[in-house]
T-cell receptor, first 113, second 115 residues
Framework: AQSVTQPDIHITVSEGASLELRCNYS??????LFWYVQSPGQGLQLLLK??????LVQGIKGFEAEFKRSQSSFNLRKPSVHWSDAAEYFC???????????FGKGTMLLVSP | SQTIHQWPATLVQPVGSPLSLECTVE??????LYWYRQAAGRGLQLLFY??????ISSEVPQNLSASRPQDRQFILSSKKLLLSDSGFYLC??????????????FGPGTRLTVL
């Protein structure tokens, strides 16, 4: 079975600073990996996904993530954070042949002025 | 384009009362459908998923049930609500193509408070 760990429950970043949110997964084969963002009281929006190929994937809103098989990681990055990026971020893992995703517990991003 | 609707957006119910939350998807056929619950600090918990009409898989034993009476309709129900049923309920769909996998698309959610 797959599992996902997001080790940081909360992160505070100054506006304009760079951001990295950590995600580690556990799965024996090649995983499908996703990052979602959730603003308060709303549903989840997909930021980016990795299925295969180039291990650095670009997403919406200036986000990118890098798949590192050796570290079982899929960390999310953004070079310059905006106040509107304050939200909760979820990493998820899926697998070919499975109909479900396994989500991490989320990281709440706070942006300070 | 595809859209997903959930209603109601907010619901306050007494303990022991019944529950019915509805989710519908437009613009796609034979989707996989999912119900999740979010409780504070606990992330997303998958409750049920369905790969076709009348096909329901339960991930967590509890007093909730799900039904899929039509291809693009997914209903979450309870006969008697518990305090612990309070939370934010999210419906999602994904492309139901055998042998492949794609991302899930989420609805706006229903905030349920059981008093």
């Amino acid at each position: 079975a797959q599992s996902v760990t997001q080790p940081d429950i909360h992160i505070t970043v100054s506006e304009g600073a760079s951001l990295e949110l950590r995600c580690n997964y556990s799965y024996g084969a090649t995983p499908y990996l996703f990052w979602y963002v959730q603003s308060p009281g709303q549903g989840l929006q997909l930021l980016l996904k990795y299925f295969s190929g180039d291990t650095l994937v670009q997403g919406i809103k200036g986000f990118e993530a890098e798949f590192k098989r050796s570290q079982s990681s899929f960390n999310l990055r953004k070079p310059s954070v905006h106040w509107s990026d304050a939200a909760e971020y979820f990493c998820a893992v899926g697998a070919r042949g499975y109909s479900t995703l396994t989500f991490g517990k989320g990281t709440m991003l706070l942006v300070s002025p | 384009s595809q859209t997903i609707h959930q209603w109601p957006a907010t619901l306050v119910q007494p303990v022991g009362s019944p529950l019915s939350l509805e989710c519908t998807v437009e613009g796609t056929s034979n989707p996989n459908l999912y119900w999740y619950r979010q409780a504070a600090g606990r992330g997303l918990q998958l409750l049920f998923y369905s790969v076709g009409i009348g096909q329901i898989s339960s991930e967590v034993p509890q007093n909730l049930s799900a039904s899929r009476p039509q291809d693009r309709q997914f209903i979450l129900s309870s006969k008697k609500l518990l305090l612990s049923d309070s939370g934010f309920y999210l419906c999602a769909w994904s492309v139901g193509t055998s042998g492949s996998y794609d991302e899930q698309f989420f609805g706006p959610g229903t905030r349920l408070t059981v008093l």
